[in-house]
């Protein structure tokens, strides 16, 4: 069974830092496209970042030179770095992988930018 764990949420006052890890443990024969979405109170949820297996990234226009999302093979974790984090992100932020033949999600970590 595979499971995705994310840790490193939390608070933070605005222009501060976060970084979240998301590790995918279990049977892993392969891992494709890695990414974060996010969920804020009433809106639904959107993608933030994706990494693909070469390593090529996607960013939505809100977090672009701000955010940076990385992946570690080895470690079949993906990383993303939150520079100058806003009001506007707080959410809860998902891990997303693509999995063997399935997409898996993990459960969610809260980031709360607030002063």
Excluded at 44 to 70: C, H, M, N, P, W
């Amino acid at each position: 069974q595979v499971q995705l764990v994310e840790s490193g949420g939390g608070l933070v006052q605005p222009g501060g830092s976060l970084r979240l890890s998301c590790e995918a443990s279990g049977s892993i024969f392969s891992i494709g496209d890695m990414g974060w979405y996010r969920q804020a109170p009433g809106k639904q949820r959107e993608l933030v970042a994706r990494i693909s297996r070469d390593g090529s990234t996607t960013y939505i226009d809100s977090t672009k030179g701000r955010f940076t999302i990385s992946r570690d093979a080895a470690k079949n974790t993906v990383y993303l770095q939150m520079n100058s984090l806003e009001p506007e992100d707080t959410a809860v932020y998902y891990c997303n992988a693509r999995i063997n033949v399935r997409t898996y999600w993990g459960q969610g970590t809260q980031v709360t930018v607030s002063s």
